[in-house]
């Protein structure tokens, strides 16, 4: 027992080191400021907000306060437009490039787009696990850069 109460001040400073380490990963990333990232808010049946403003590379992300997974996608013809933090965020399945499941409670990737106006759509999936393919709901958001 207190070798554990020793340990958790090392894990606590281990952790706020790592967190200080990725917030300056994020600023020195070439093409994604250190602005705060804009988060959608996914829910049972809306986004909120349904549009989005956003200036040139500031990081934008969803948060799934749904009861079900959800799958965001946009046209495949914006992949050139945006610029993801962690790689292979978005894939393409042929007419849209799509997030993969986000569960319910967690968050979808933090990414950047060039100026422009962008439709795209969460799906809310239905079923258990990784099983669960087809959508209960389908919602569309909007993202303006400029």
Same mark, same amino acid.
């Given at each position: 027992?207190?070798? !554990?109460?020793?340990?958790?001040?090392?894990?606590?400073?281990?952790? %706020?080191? @790592?967190?200080? %380490?990725? *917030?300056?990963?994020?600023?020195?990333?070439?093409?994604?400021?250190?602005?705060?990232?804009?988060?959608?808010?996914?829910?049972?049946?809306?986004?909120?907000? /349904?549009?989005?403003?956003?200036? /040139?590379? =500031?990081? !934008? &992300?969803?948060?799934?306060?749904? @009861?079900?997974?959800?799958?965001?996608?946009?046209?495949?013809?914006?992949? %050139?437009?945006?610029?993801?933090? *962690?790689?292979?965020?978005?894939?393409? *399945?042929?007419?849209?490039?799509?997030? &993969?499941?986000?569960?319910?409670?967690?968050?979808?990737?933090?990414?950047?787009?060039?100026? &422009?106006?962008?439709?795209?759509? $969460? =799906? !809310?999936?239905?079923?258990?696990? %990784?099983?669960?393919?087809?959508?209960?709901? $389908? $919602?569309? &958001?909007?993202?303006? $850069?400029?």
């Amino acid at each position: 027992m207190r070798a !554990l109460w020793l340990l958790t001040p090392a894990l606590l400073l281990t952790l %706020a080191t @790592t967190m200080a %380490a990725e *917030t300056a990963q994020v600023a020195a990333s070439p093409g994604l400021r250190s602005r705060a990232t804009r988060f959608i808010q996914i829910t049972d049946g809306r986004l909120r907000p /349904p549009t989005q403003h956003l200036h /040139p590379g =500031e990081l !934008l &992300g969803w948060r799934n306060y749904s @009861t079900q997974r959800a799958r965001i996608s946009f046209d495949t013809q914006i992949a %050139a437009q945006l610029h993801c933090r *962690t790689p292979g965020s978005f894939r393409s *399945t042929g007419r849209r490039l799509q997030s &993969g499941a986000v569960q319910a409670m967690q968050f979808a990737s933090r990414c950047s787009l060039a100026p &422009g106006r962008y439709g795209y759509q $969460v =799906e !809310l999936l239905s079923g258990q696990g %990784a099983s669960g393919r087809s959508a209960l709901r $389908v $919602v569309r &958001g909007t993202f303006i $850069v400029r």
